[in-house]
């Protein structure tokens, strides 16, 4: 079910679209930018502040690299976000 949802969200990408956006990538480079040194660096301070177990800031670190899933595509689709940025 998981596969049939997100592979009908990939078909609502439009190749006019993409292609502006990799015209001007500064969208891009701005979710590049938060999901790889902003949300690390925040689950690293949050497990610092609250002074958690080494494994756990291990796990904290690790959680704050992941991409948020599909859960984040569907909430895209459904507040009509821009599905060929997501």
Not at 35 to 50: D, E, K
Not at 62 to 78: K, L, Q, R
Request: proline content about 5%.
């Amino acid at each position: 079910m998981l596969a049939l949802v997100m592979f009908s969200m990939g078909c609502t990408v439009e190749a006019r679209k993409l292609w502006v956006h990799i015209r001007r990538p500064w969208g891009i480079f701005i979710g590049f930018l938060c999901q790889f040194g902003i949300m690390p660096f925040t689950a690293f301070a949050l497990s610092l502040i609250f002074n958690v177990l080494p494994v756990q800031a291990v796990v904290i670190i690790v959680m704050g690299c992941c991409p948020g899933g599909s859960s984040s595509n569907v909430f895209c689709y459904w507040l009509d976000g821009d599905m060929d940025l997501r």
